[in-house]
């Protein structure tokens, strides 16, 4: 689903985060305590969301720099390579010496459909000195974007303030509430949240409203994309000039309207988009000025379906991209590709 | 618990046989499907019966080398480290590009005391004829014993039937009824089997008489050792010269007599063992020339019992060490720290 990359200077993107061993090992049934059973097929792949993202954007074309840590041991070793094999530069990477490399086991019963994760934190911990302010500086040199996945939160925070000094758009992926996210999110130029995300952090009674609320409450977003699974995606963006002497229009009618212009008989992905420049209110929340565009999901049918770990990663790699190839208004449109 | 290795010529074994990576992930409790949970230690350790065995050798003071099977993968790259840091040498193992090596997920759940193991073994598994005849004859110079756990059995043919000709002696753990066991059992000089294994073999009405009948169906059996955990281990040992004229003295009788002359009140491990060359009998089986040797195991507190993983593998290198080091009668004491 990756277009080959250009040949030309590729743009620099800066990701600090997750990165991970996955073991899938496929079960004829999920064991019992004290079971003694043999797994039927073993895929050993590299996870972790800023690993998974950071290696999407790469094969888009793309020239990704990761900040994480790792340990020496073999899975360690495992991880970086295959990154580096990616092309993603794991040069500020840091590799303890001991310890060990996350990793989570993953148990796959695919009589009963059901993915049991235990995931094993890379130990020790990162420690935000570990990033020397010489490799900070380094890192951020002649990078377009940077990209956050809210792991390794204190590290990341100093990453953000460095950025942002330097005027560098940031894209934070907002999966759920973690430790050190609003810090993140008061850096985020973009952000892209899962389904549940909008009104779990801001309380709106629907998503729509908590888009409005979102870039209301984060006055340096430029936009906010929810991807909603098999219902495609929101993508609310704000005006880079004001709209407030037009009409107002609410948010959830003009979702309505949009639904009503896309065809949902077709199985093949559709993305539409409001006017520009609207003035989008929501109920007891505000307005501002923008416009609001939503893609759908392209019909899979479930036999095509072979795998969808790390899918919103790939997605996070898309829009990255689109981004720093100037082009952030197509994001939208790798939805379809991607969810 | 193993004693300094002396500091002269180190006798030579070859083992053959399972190599591992055991991942111990402990977890604060076992996990529903579906669930998604986070360890709270991980232990990641060499493993497998041969592995684990020769490795308890060459702490003894022996040179062992190992006939295996590992991919050039992370995990293969480590068994090999972990082994060769031990003093075993590695040089006769395959090493497959590609596929995966053997690697066994336990899932510790120290509230519950279960451990559950999720085993996946190695691929591409190993063919006979990737033991090339020069490696094997290789393998085998200066070897002055061979140890089998019973896996890659068709291999382990190749390496018995070569070993027999040289009369180089044959020890085989027998843990269970395995594919190609009874094969090698033919073969074998020594045989350690666990606690349920004599009277599973034979069909016999209790152990002391299974171990009569496995010394009398396997005519190159020299010993038999079978561990019996907190019981601590027998010992039935076949007479070089024939006592076939003195009075035949019954198997269960004879242990009765051994527990008897044992303190069972101390906590220390103790050994006792029959005279010399009697001639002992069992009930519909037959009788043949020997002694009985009974151990019990130290009674260790609990709390000081940190993992019996892999115990009866060392329990195995320290039998190797005895054998190949002329006192093989001293092996039935070292039951005394391994069980």
Redesign the interface.
């Known amino acids: 689903a990756f277009a080959s990359a250009p040949q030309q200077s590729k743009p620099l993107v800066l990701g600090c985060g997750a990165v991970s061993v996955d ?1 899938l ?1 496929t ?1 004829a049934s ?10 039927l097929a ?1 895929k ?1 792949e590299g996870g972790g969301n800023a690993g998974n993202a950071l290696t999407g954007a790469a094969r888009l074309g793309l020239s990704p720099r990761i900040i994480s840590k790792a340990s020496n ?3 360690g ?2 991880i970086l390579k295959e990154l580096q094999d990616d092309g993603v530069d794991t040069s500020y990477m840091t590799v303890a010496d001991g310890g ?1 490399s996350p ?1 989570t ?1 993953i ?1 796959v ?1 695919n009589q ?1 459909k ?8 890379g ?1 020790p911990p990162m420690k935000p000195e570990e990033l020397t302010k010489e490799n900070l500086f380094a890192a951020l040199h002649g990078v377009e974007m940077v990209y956050f996945d809210v792991r390794l939160h204190e590290t990341a925070l100093l990453v953000a303030e460095e950025a942002s000094q330097r005027k560098i758009p940031i894209l934070v992926d907002a999966e759920k509430k973690r430790e050190g996210l609003d810090d993140l999110l008061n850096f985020a130029s973009y952000v892209v949240c899962s389904a549940k995300f909008p009104q779990a952090w801001t309380g709106a009674s629907s998503t729509p409203v908590a888009l409005v609320h979102m870039l209301l409450r984060l006055p340096n977003l430029k936009f906010v994309i929810v991807t909603r699974g098999e219902k495609g995606c929101l993508m609310l963006e704000r005006s880079m000039t004001d709209a407030s002497e037009t009409e107002e229009t609410d948010v959830e009618d003009l979702l309505e309207s949009l639904e009503q212009k896309v065809d949902l008989s077709s199985s093949m992905a559709k993305c539409v988009a409001s006017k520009s420049n609207l003035r989008i209110s929501a109920d007891g929340v505000g307005s501002m000025s923008g416009r609001l565009i939503m893609g759908t999901a392209e019909d899979i049918p479930s036999e095509e379906l072979i795998d969808t770990t790390g899918a919103g990663d790939a997605f996070i790699g898309a829009v990255l991209y689109d981004i720093s190839c100037g082009k952030q208004y197509a994001s939208i449109c790798h939805v379809l590709v991607f969810t």
Chains 1, 2 share one sequence.
């Open positions: 073991y090992a079960v999920f064991p019992n305590p004290d079971d003694k059973i043999r797994s073993l050993v041991d073999a899975l070793k495992s060990n990793f086991y148990i019963d009963t059901t993915r049991t994760c235990i995931h094993t934190p130990y």
